[in-house]
């Protein structure tokens, strides 16, 4: 065949491709979703999905289904999602354990963090607050960082489990101020919170959220907030910045991710869609009363910072030798 005519017919496939997906992305979707919450129901990331999957199903009119497959720190909700069909039509919402599982779990993980996922949507954003027990002398977060340097081995910290968000910010924050505390980790963040309300364990970080109710009763102490600068859901609470710990800032966050091989123009229209939903000015005031920083943002900045979060939390790992065996 002639050169000519060979370049000819490859334009030709190539544009029946284009248009095929172009279809695909245009007539999407034609059958109910599926979006995995990979933790059991009722924790925030299993309500924010819920919040945006009715006014999704709205949207598309196709049901948007959400389904809890907890298990092994989010692991089995990711990993069936990563081996199915990039259609669109499975989609999984993550959390930073996500990112830290890369480093946790490398060598073992079913998927690549990163490159079995095709970034459709950093949703939500929810900064980590850090409390005092009473128990402990003091006001402020430098009266209990100065407690602990006093008194070695007195102050221990508790979190949700080993690798979780909490855990890996407490470990930062040591890594910043040269403070030694044990790390005491536990089935879940309600053990841990009754435990401080106990006297038992000093500090913990968690999201506002899960906090605030304590807060409210004057069983713990509210110490800082693990934000670039205070928030319009708690205006009055210091960041850990101003506390004395410079550029500390971590938060819990809520991720909408795809099989990795989804047709970019399904992934473009998900993404636009969950933003228009998140910014509505009743759903923000949803989230925000959640703890939620609204983001929605789209698929590439979301891939920059899923990217940026295994980066950043596999150094605190490496630095503090953490290890889930």
């Known amino acids: 065949m002639p050169r000519r005519a060979v370049l000819g017919t490859g334009a030709f496939v190539a544009a029946i491709l284009h248009a095929g997906h172009g279809a695909r992305a245009a007539d999407y979707p034609v059958r109910p979703v599926r979006i995995i919450v990979p933790y059991t129901p009722g924790g925030t990331t299993d309500i924010a999905t819920r919040l945006v999957a009715e006014p999704l199903s709205k949207a598309f009119g196709q049901p948007v289904v959400v389904e809890n497959r907890p298990g092994a720190n989010s692991i089995v ?80 910290y508790g979190s949700s489990g080993i690798g979780a968000t909490a855990h890996l910010a407490m470990e930062l924050l040591k890594i910043r101020t040269g403070v030694q505390m044990e790390h005491i980790p536990y089935r879940g963040t309600q053990p841990a919170l009754q435990d401080l309300m106990a006297g038992n364990i000093g500090l913990m970080f968690d999201t506002y959220s899960t906090l605030k109710p304590q807060f409210d009763a004057g069983t713990i102490r509210p110490l800082g907030i693990a934000a670039a600068e205070r928030t319009a859901f708690a205006p009055d609470l210091p960041t850990v910045v101003e506390g004395g710990v410079d550029g500390l800032v971590a938060s819990s966050w809520c991720m909408l991710l795809a099989p990795a091989g989804t047709p970019q123009g399904i992934v473009e229209r998900l993404s636009g869609e969950v933003a228009r939903i998140v910014r509505e000015p009743g759903m923000t005031a949803k989230l925000q009363d959640l703890g939620f920083v609204v983001e929605g943002r789209p698929p590439a900045e979301t891939g920059d910072f899923l990217k940026s979060e295994v980066e950043r939390w596999g150094s605190v790992i490496r630095t503090a030798k953490i290890s889930v065996e």
Not at 98 to 110: D, E, I, R, S, V
Not at 111 to 117: C, G, L, T
């Open 77 to 156: 909700g990711a990993a069936a999602t990563a081996s199915s069909a990039a259609d669109g039509y499975t989609l999984v919402m993550v959390l930073p354990a996500h990112a830290a599982n890369a480093t946790l779990q490398a060598g073992k993980l079913p998927f690549d963090a990163v490159a079995s996922f095709a970034p459709v949507s950093l949703v939500v954003t929810a900064p980590l607050v850090l409390a005092g027990s009473r128990h402990i002398p003091g006001q402020t977060l430098r009266d209990y960082l100065d407690y602990a340097r006093r008194n070695p081995g007195k102050m221990n």
